[in-house]
């Protein structure tokens, strides 16, 4: 799919921008290093876990995979030349959603340690945390064809370009006939934007009801959040 997104748009500070969708390995490699030197260190999650470069690499690798396999993705870059956001997502279709299993289970030790990431517990964290999020996606899109998945958005934390990036993400969701957009949240301030475009809580994870060896795995976060919210916004 091919989108005519160039737009010029302007944050709050006055400066200048493009976002375009990301289409070369200049953009991808971009992404990556953004996620690495921006995301981790800005995410709540992440941080409360004080994970390091090499703990996200191989999770970030696998989101990027994921999102980069179609052309829904943005990046966003100031008058310089430099990246200034980025806005990750996929397409998720019916027959592509898979069920996980269900459980009101609140004790993760064994799937953190037997997670897909060897020798990496942080990123396993990461993984069963978000697979907790996600666990009843399938019932909640049971009649649904098409969804975009937003997987991640993410700015230069004095450039106030995510709603830009937002916006842009409902418009090629609506090019590509998805029915609905569907995002994790783990930050405040995403929940509070999302919420802001309209966007619904269908499911909330308390970060109190994820342990490990009966410790709950998040504790002070930077933005005092109590959970994640998966969330869903419908396209008319």
């Given at each position: 799919?091919?989108?005519?997104?160039?737009?010029?748009?302007?944050?709050?500070q006055g400066?200048?921008?493009?976002?375009?969708?990301?289409?070369?390995d200049?953009?991808?490699?971009?992404?990556?290093?953004?996620?690495?030197?921006?995301?981790?260190v800005?995410?709540?999650?992440?941080?409360?876990?004080k994970c390091s470069a090499q703990d996200?690499?191989?999770?970030?690798?696998?989101?990027?995979?994921?999102?980069?396999?179609?052309?829904?993705?943005?990046?966003?870059h100031d008058y310089h030349g430099q990246i200034a956001g980025i806005a990750l997502s996929s397409l998720w279709q019916g027959n592509e959603?898979?069920?996980l299993k269900s459980s009101k289970n609140k004790e993760f030790g064994q799937e953190i340690r037997n997670g897909p990431y060897i020798g990496l517990d942080n990123a396993n964290r990461l993984f069963?945390?978000?697979?907790?999020?996600?666990?009843?996606?399938?019932?909640?899109?049971?009649?649904?064809?098409?969804?975009?998945?937003?997987?991640?958005?993410?700015?230069?934390?004095?450039?106030?370009?995510?709603?830009?990036?937002?916006?842009?993400?409902?418009?090629?969701?609506?090019?590509?006939?998805c029915s609905h957009i569907i995002?994790?949240?783990?930050?405040?301030?995403?929940?509070?934007?999302?919420k802001k475009f309209g966007f619904k809580t269908v499911h909330k994870v308390l970060f109190n009801d994820f342990l490990e060896d009966g410790e709950p795995v998040f504790k002070n976060l930077h933005d005092n959040g109590s959970g994640a919210e998966l969330m869903l916004y419908k396209l008319e």
């Open positions: 799919m091919n989108f005519h997104l160039e737009n010029i748009f302007y944050s709050n400066h200048q921008f493009v976002i375009v969708p990301i289409r070369t200049q953009h991808r490699a971009e992404v990556l290093s953004f996620m690495q030197t921006q995301f981790r800005q995410e709540p999650i992440t941080n409360a876990l996200t690499l191989p999770f970030y690798k696998d989101i990027c995979s994921a999102c980069f396999k179609y052309d829904l993705s943005l990046i966003a959603i898979q069920t069963s945390f978000l697979e907790m999020v996600e666990n009843d996606l399938n019932l909640i899109l049971k009649n649904e064809k098409c969804v975009l998945k937003l997987e991640i958005i993410s700015v230069h934390p004095i450039l106030g370009l995510a709603s830009n990036l937002l916006k842009k993400s409902i418009e090629i969701a609506r090019v590509a006939e995002t994790s949240a783990t930050a405040v301030a995403s929940q509070n934007l999302f």
